[in-house]
C-alpha cells in the first residue's frame, strides 16, 4: 500500500502580524544532553525543545541504557546514573551529526566506545577529523573500522589543544572531554557561539571548572566528579531569525518573543541592510518592513559574523530585492543545493562555488518544491509566504529537525498555511493541528 506523505501547503502573499514565541535552540539541547551523559545522576533540562533530533538523541539514550523523557512540566529529565553499554546504535548515530558528541562522555564514564560516523544534513563535507585529533591529544586512542569510531581511555589529561577550525561541535565536545581530565587543558582557536557560552555554563553548574567560554581561548581544569543539577536552554536564535526574515519577506510586523538580540546582532544588521526594520523590546525584538527590499551582500562566518545557518533563509528574502545580491559561504563548500528549489518558485540565483548571484526578481510564484536540509526547508517556507498562489512542499523530515510548531505559529501570524497528507474535497487548504 503507498503511503501518503505529508506537505505543507501556503497560500502567500499575506504580510505577517502578531506575536510568535522562540522555542529552546535545537543545537543548545543536543550538546548538554550529550553533557549530561557525564553526570552520574538526574540533570533537568528546561526550555528544552520536542524536536525530531531530540527525540533521536532519547532513543539513543535507551539504548544505551540511560533514561530520558519530558515530564508533565515540559522539562526534559535524563537520568544518566548507570549506563548499560558505550556502543551508540549505527542506524540512529547516523541521522544526525550531533551524536558523535557522545562518544567523549561515553569514554569518560565507561573507558571505552563505540559512534559511528554522523549523519544528518546534505550540505558538504563536515568531517569529524576536528573532534577525533582533539580526543586523541587529550589521551585516548581512536581508530576507524567499517565507518564506526572505537575509543579507549582511562582517564583524559590535559593538554594543549588548537584546534585547525573555531568548530562549535568540537569546542563542545572536547570541553566536555577535558572536564574530567587530569589537569588542566587548553583549547586555543575556539568557537565563540552562544552555545558554547551556555554549554560551559551548564558544566560548571555540575561542579567543572571552565573559564573563557565565549572567547578563542578555553581553560579547563579537570574535576574528579559532575554532580546533577538542573539548567535551562537558551532560545533558538535560527528559530529567531527565520522568523525575522519570514516577517521582512512578507513586508509584515512580528514581535518575536523570547529571542535574545545579543545572540542574533550579525543577523538583525543584515536584515536592516535589506530594508527591514527592527527594535528592542522587553519580550524579545521586534521586526518589520514597509519598503522594498534591498540587495545586500552576506559572507558566512563564524560566529560573531553571519551565522551559516541563516544564509539560505535570507537568499530567499534577497530574491525579492531591487538588484543583485552576493552570498558567500565558507564554513560548507556545498550549502548551495537548494537554490534550484528556490528557482521554481521564480527566483534568480546563480552559484559559482561557494557564492551565489542573486538577482532580485519582481515576483515570486507559487510551485512545488522540496526540503532539501534543515534551513534550506526555512528558506523554502519564506519563499513561499511571499509567493503569488501556491506553494506545496514535501520532504518535511528535515524541517522537523528543527522547528517545533512552525506551521500553527506562522498561521497565528495570519499565514494561509497548513500541513497535511492531502487537500479536502472542496480543493481547499487542509487545515492540520501540527
Excluded at 548538554?32 to 533540562?45: D, E, F, N, S, Y
Excluded at 527525540?55 to 539504548?63: A, C, G, K, R, V
Excluded at 576507524?144 to 581511555?153: A, W
Excluded at 539548567?231 to 509584515?252: H, K, L, N, S, W
Aim: proline share 4%; charged share 20%.
Amino acid at each position: 500500500m503507498e503511503v501518503a506523505l505529508e506537505k505543507i501547503y501556503v497560500e502567500g502573499g499575506i504580510p505577517l502580524n502578531g506575536t510568535v514565541q522562540v522555542g529552546g535552540s535545537k543545537n543548545d539541547t543536543l550538546a548538554i544532553m550529550a553533557g549530561a551523559l557525564l553526570v552520574p545522576g538526574i540533570t533537568i533540562l528546561r526550555n528544552a525543545p520536542r524536536l525530531k533530533d531530540v527525540f533521536t538523541l532519547i532513543e539513543i539514550f535507551s539504548h544505551l541504557g540511560v533514561r530520558a523523557a519530558f515530564r508533565e512540566d515540559g522539562a526534559l529529565e535524563i537520568d544518566a546514573t548507570h549506563i548499560a553499554t558505550a556502543e551508540a546504535p549505527h542506524e540512529l548515530v547516523r541521522r544526525m551529526r550531533a551524536s558523535f558528541n557522545l562518544m567523549g562522555p561515553l569514554l569518560v564514564r565507561q573507558g571505552s566506545a563505540c559512534v559511528a560516523m554522523p549523519g544528518g544534513c546534505d550540505i558538504g563535507a563536515r568531517p569529524v577529523n576536528f573532534h577525533v585529533k582533539g580526543l586523541e591529544q587529550l589521551g585516548c586512542h581512536l581508530h576507524l573500522d567499517h565507518g564506526c569510531y572505537y575509543g579507549e581511555v582511562k582517564r583524559f589529561r590535559g593538554a594543549n589543544v588548537a584546534l585547525e577550525f573555531p568548530s562549535a561541535g568540537a569546542t563542545q565536545h572536547l570541553m566536555m572531554a577535558a572536564c574530567r581530565a587530569s589537569g588542566r587543558t587548553v583549547l586555543t582557536n575556539c568557537a565563540a557561539e552562544p552555545e558554547i557560552v551556555n554549554m560551559a555554563a551548564f558544566l560548571n553548574a555540575c561542579g567543572a571548572r571552565i573559564s573563557g567560554a565565549g572567547s578563542s581561548n578555553i581553560e579547563i581544569d579537570g574535576v574528579d566528579e559532575l554532580h546533577p543539577t538542573e539548567f535551562e536552554v537558551i532560545p533558538d536564535r535560527m528559530q529567531a531569525g527565520t522568523y525575522a526574515v519570514a516577517a521582512a519577506i512578507t513586508g509584515g510586523n512580528v514581535l518575536i518573543q523570547g529571542a535574545r538580540v545579543e545572540h542574533c546582532q550579525s543577523m538583525l544588521a543584515k536584515l536592516v541592510d535589506s530594508g527591514a526594520q527592527w527594535r528592542a523590546e522587553a519580550e524579545g525584538f521586534r521586526v518589520w518592513r514597509s519598503g522594498p527590499v534591498h540587495a545586500t551582500d552576506i559572507k558566512t562566518m563564524p560566529h560573531p559574523g553571519f551565522p551559516t545557518d541563516m544564509q539560505q533563509p535570507f537568499v530567499a528574502l534577497l530574491s525579492l530585492a531591487e538588484g543583485v545580491s552576493v552570498v558567500t559561504e565558507t564554513v560548507y563548500e556545498s550549502r548551495f543545493r537548494y537554490t534550484t528549489e528556490l528557482e521554481k518558485l521564480g527566483a534568480d540565483i546563480r552559484v559559482e562555488g561557494r557564492t551565489a548571484i542573486v538577482r532580485g526578481v519582481g515576483r515570486l510564484t507559487g510551485a512545488s518544491v522540496s526540503c532539501m536540509d534543515l534551513r534550506a526547508g526555512a528558506a523554502v517556507v519564506a519563499a513561499g509566504l511571499a509567493a503569488e498562489g501556491e506553494t506545496v512542499i514535501d520532504e518535511l523530515d528535515h524541517l522537523d529537525r528543527g522547528y517545533e510548531n512552525l506551521v500553527p505559529s506562522l498561521r497565528n501570524l495570519g499565514a494561509r498555511i497548513s500541513r497535511g497528507e492531502e487537500r479536502d474535497a472542496g480543493g481547499g487548504l487542509r487545515v492540520c493541528s501540527v
